[in-house]
């Protein structure tokens, strides 16, 4: 499976931005769904996740309640929806997968990712 996100860049403090993932060579209705980040000298941080069917979500509590993830599996494709951005949301964020059918509950850790995507950048300035 490749990723590839696009829709990061330069918002100011308040402002929104629209992350989009799109997902090729095989299909992904059947897998979990993750975004991840990524700050200078931070480890990779989970910040939502969606289960196959999309019934299902999670969010990291930095960014609950300004960010949303959702998918269209007929379109190969998961998004985040980020509101309210902070500078502290400044980071690179990386599309994760995995073939995984249970509920979403929690973020699992990165390492239980096996298809990721090159990474977008998204600045916030203050």
């Known amino acids: 499976v490749q990723l590839v996100e696009s829709g990061g860049g330069l918002v100011q403090d308040g402002g929104s931005l629209r992350l989009a993932c799109v997902a090729s060579?095989?299909?992904?209705?059947?897998?979990?769904m993750s975004w991840f980040r990524q700050a200078p000298g931070e480890e990779r941080e989970c910040v939502a996740v969606i289960s196959w069917g999309g019934s299902t979500t999670y969010y990291a509590e930095s960014v609950q309640g300004r960010f949303t993830i959702s998918r269209d599996n007929a379109k190969a494709t998961v998004y985040l929806q980020m509101d309210k951005l902070k500078p502290e949301d400044t980071a690179v964020y990386y599309c994760?997968?995995?073939?995984?059918?249970?509920?979403?509950?929690?973020?699992?850790?990165?390492?239980?990712?096996?298809?990721w995507g090159q990474g977008t950048q998204v600045t916030v300035s203050s």
């Open positions: 060579g095989r299909s992904v209705s059947s897998y979990r």
């Open positions: 994760a997968g995995r073939s995984d059918l249970s509920t979403v509950r929690s973020c699992y850790a990165h390492t239980a990712y096996d298809n």
